[in-house]
């Protein structure tokens, strides 16, 4: 598949889809998936192929929910505390 090729068949999703699909919104969805699913910044930066972190951080835009979501599965504080125990009730 050649860009041209590429192009055109991001055309013809773009017209069934209604709204237009650039090859950099592909990027952009990539990136935050990647981050999303338990990718680090810096492997995303190497897969994305760029040479610092300023270009890589221009295709992330992540949500206030994206990080209390990373937060919750990374913070050192989860193996410093606890775990609740929950109590299951007989029915």
């Excluded at 889809?17 to 990647?34: E, N, S, T, V």
């Excluded at 221009?58 to 994206?66: A, E, I, P, S």
Aim: charged share 25%; hydrophobic share 35%; aromatic share 10%.
């Amino acid at each position: 598949m050649n860009r041209h090729s590429w192009g055109d068949r991001l055309e013809m999703y773009s017209e069934q889809l209604g709204f237009k699909i650039r090859p950099y919104d592909l990027r952009h969805c990539f990136a935050l998936w990647f981050l999303r699913n338990g990718g680090n910044a810096f492997g995303l930066q190497s897969t994305m192929g760029h040479t610092d972190m300023s270009m890589t951080k221009r295709y992330v835009h992540l949500t206030g929910q994206d990080l209390k979501e990373m937060h919750r599965k990374a913070s050192p504080l989860n193996t410093l505390l606890p775990k609740k125990k929950t109590r299951m009730r007989n029915i």
